[in-house]
């Protein structure tokens, strides 16, 4: 037995579970929050067979795309000619983070 162990951005989230749950995974969600933005996250737990946990990785590679945003920056911002001036960067969002731990002992009671 495995426990697959994704962290996945809020937004990408309920595609996912549905896509999971379509394959009669079950997911057990929680929140979140951490990374460079602070922003959001969902961690998501998936106990699987061995044998599945490629099929679990390539669901979540489907859903969980990376791509790119706009955010102000989180150092401070300059002061130009008394005007107040945020810095801003372009980043890229999404994707996953997923951890795969080997279960000694399952019980669902």
């Excluded at 989230?13 to 749950?21: H, N, Q, S, T």
Aim: proline share 4%.
């Amino acid at each position: 037995m495995k426990l697959v162990i994704a962290i996945v951005q809020d937004e990408d989230a309920p595609r996912l579970i549905d896509a999971l749950m379509d394959k009669d995974y079950s997911v057990t969600k929680l929140s979140s929050t951490g990374g460079f933005l602070r922003s959001g996250n969902t961690t998501l737990l998936i106990g699987v067979n061995k044998e599945e946990v490629d099929n679990v990785i390539s669901i979540i590679e489907e859903y969980c795309k990376t791509r790119k945003q706009i955010t102000a920056a989180p150092i401070p911002a300059t002061w130009v000619s008394s005007v107040y001036m945020p810095h801003t960067v372009e980043v890229q969002v999404g994707g996953a983070t997923i951890f795969v731990l080997d279960i000694s002992q399952f019980e669902k009671i």
